[in-house]
């Protein structure tokens, strides 16, 4: 509902080399900036931003944008936010295309989730005052130490890290965080919004929903607080809770493990990571995620050292929470329990995995040791060592199958695994990951005694299998991708040269006032020709946004249009030219050529019929053509 002016104010206004500055270091490299992608680990700068489109480009991942977009990326925000958030330093007041009624909704809108933040930070604080201060403190401390998370010192890693997720203490008692909203003037309704609070069966008032818990807040990818995790402590002794006024728990049920926040208007289960905030960068430095299961993991392993971890919660690992990783990195390491639950986790993660394009391998423990004790044993050099030793993910899945219990298990069992061992194979994109699997074909055929050369068969026969479903099942071909001109590979080279003058218009959109232009567009041919004409009409229409000009481009062409917008090749308006000159002689030679060869097929033709006057007509077609390319 922004509107289009001020859309158009933050991209013109907006300086990119500054924005991408703050997380980039960047140095001018002709009429682009270059340096190492934030998005992918590199050694050599291939990710340009170009001051003059507002626009940046890797050469390496292909990731591609405006300001806003950046800010999208590196911050987790929406298109709105980051609007917004380039508004407020732009000094731009933001002006939404909407009625008074309209605006007057949206404002009130905005103004309910802001107060569902605060809300989440007002109890975030509360908890850890609580931490620090509650008589009941001890029981939390004690949850802590026994975790080996006892800071020694303000400035030891163990405090960072408990600041860092703003671990906490809710109080034993029925309401003592409804009484601390209510005092601090905070709406109770909003905090039963948020899950923080619950209506009394009877009578009016509230209750708090998490009551003697060790808490985790719960942070988007702002910082801003949406949820909470609260772990279970061991009740103290009945006497203790009556002398500070409690009353003991009479039921007999034992409360849950683990209790999270429900959804709520700021908090969807299904896109949570626990931890992204705080790893962020760690995901960029190192371009690998942790994935583990539990709080206390992420908060252990962070706490000693090793902090590009993370955890979904409350739920299975969901391809919401694989699209929200993939913004840092696209490796993935999976850290799970080493019983059965985390054996059926890794199964069901390679599919989401796969879905959000994250290169997903699977480190195991040793049997008993979750990645918290694994981390309080043996320390951040322990975990390093188990986290290098992970292994592609279908590798870890047919090493599963094929595992001590295979050559035990009856004959219907071993052709069921044998069975799922080749679909696991076929169905793997990625052929190294593919080849990598095949190898245990050896292994496959000495547990089951079979050939090598059987087993070999019955993969192949399965992959050409699959490839030919997938070939029946798509609609219609890929679009074939034409290559930069480094590396075209068309047979006349046609492409190619239509490929460099788009490149000099798209370097000097100026050259479209040129006579030369109108002699491209007669010699050009298929989607070159076509981008031709999208590129003059948005210049003509003073379309100025990349992302809207590129938009605008046919498939196959599209990736050298982008690379070209962020990486200009000529610094001048008179080399820019030169080319466009220069290779439009060389199409009209193309041309010409073309002409020629059609009209000796067509001399070819006619000598058989003995038809002379034909024979002159064609000739003279030729020789004019000639001539009027020479300009004679």
């Not at 700068?45 to 806003?68: K, L, M, Q, T």
Request: proline share 5%; with cysteine; glycine share 6%.
């Amino acid at each position: 509902m922004i509107g289009q002016e001020t859309l158009d104010r933050v991209r013109r206004d907006a300086n990119i080399v500054e924005v991408v500055s703050e997380s980039v270091k960047l140095q001018k490299r002709g009429r682009s900036h270059v340096g190492l992608c934030p998005f992918h680990k590199e050694k050599t700068p291939s990710f340009h931003v170009n001051p003059e489109r507002g626009f940046y480009h890797c050469f390496g991942c292909h990731a591609s944008g405006d300001a806003i977009k950046f800010l999208q990326e590196t911050e987790g925000l929406d298109f709105i936010e980051a609007v917004r958030q380039l508004a407020e330093r732009l000094g731009i007041d933001v002006i939404e295309t909407a009625t008074d009624a309209e605006r007057r909704q949206q404002t009130e809108a905005r103004r309910r989730q802001q107060e569902l933040y605060e809300i989440g930070s007002l109890a975030a604080a509360f908890f850890e005052r609580m931490l620090r201060e509650h008589p009941l403190k001890d029981t939390a401390e004690a949850e802590l130490a026994r975790r080996g998370l006892v800071a020694v010192a303000p400035t030891d890693p163990v405090a960072d890290a408990i600041q860092a997720f703003r671990v906490g203490y809710a109080p034993f008692g029925w309401d003592e965080l409804a009484k601390h909203l209510r005092e601090a003037g905070s709406s109770l309704g909003a905090a039963e919004k948020v899950g923080l609070v619950m209506p009394r069966r009877s009578g009016s008032g509230y209750y708090d929903r998490f009551r003697h818990r060790l808490m985790f807040a719960v942070l988007d990818g702002q910082g801003r607080v949406v949820a909470f995790s609260g772990r279970t402590l061991d009740e103290p002794p009945p006497e203790r809770l009556r002398a500070l006024g409690y009353e003991p728990n009479n039921s007999s049920d034992p409360p849950a493990k683990y209790m999270n926040s429900p959804e709520s208007p700021v908090y969807k289960k299904r896109e949570a990571v626990f931890g992204l905030y705080q790893a962020r960068q760690a995901l960029r430095t190192l371009d690998r995620a942790v994935i583990v299961e539990g709080n206390f993991d992420v908060l252990s392993l962070h706490a000693r050292g090793v902090k590009n971890v993370v955890a979904p919660l409350g739920t299975a690992f969901t391809s919401e929470q694989a699209r929200g990783i993939r913004r840092f990195t696209q490796n993935v390491t999976l850290l799970f329990d080493p019983d059965e639950a985390g054996r059926r986790a890794v199964r069901s993660a390679r599919d989401v995995c796969r879905e959000a394009g994250l290169v997903a391998r699977v480190a195991s423990l040793p049997k008993g040791v979750d990645p918290d004790e694994l981390v309080r044993r043996g320390g951040a050099e322990q975990a390093g060592r188990v986290l290098d030793a992970a292994q592609p993910i279908i590798e870890y899945l047919i090493e599963e199958l094929l595992d001590e219990r295979f050559s035990t298990s009856d004959s219907a069992t071993q052709a069921q695994k044998v069975q799922q061992v080749v679909e696991l194979v076929a169905s793997e994109d990625d052929p190294a990951l593919r080849a990598l699997a095949e190898k245990h074909s050896d292994r496959l055929s000495a547990r089951m005694g079979l050939g090598h050369a059987e087993v070999k068969t019955v993969l192949a026969l399965k992959r050409h299998l699959a490839a030919a479903v997938s070939r029946a099942q798509s609609p219609t071909q890929a679009v074939p991708r034409i290559q930069p001109p480094s590396r075209a590979r068309s047979r006349d080279r046609r492409e190619e040269i239509g490929l460099e003058i788009l490149g000099a218009l798209l370097d000097f959109p100026e050259l479209f006032a040129t006579s030369e232009v109108a002699q491209a567009a007669a010699l050009l041919e298929g989607d070159v020709a076509a981008g031709l004409a999208a590129l003059r009409q948005a210049h003509e229409a003073g379309i100025k946004d990349s992302e809207l000009v590129l938009a605008k481009l046919a498939a196959a062409i599209h990736p050298f249009a982008l690379a070209r917008t962020a990486a200009p090749k000529h610094e001048s308006l008179v080399d820019a030219k030169a080319e466009l000159v220069g290779n439009l002689r060389k199409l009209e030679s193309f041309d010409l050529s073309r002409e020629k060869s059609l009209g000796m097929s067509e001399l070819q033709q006619l000598e058989k019929t003995g038809n002379v006057d034909d024979e002159l007509t064609v000739l003279r077609r030729v020789w004019d053509k000639a001539r009027e390319r020479r300009g004679v």
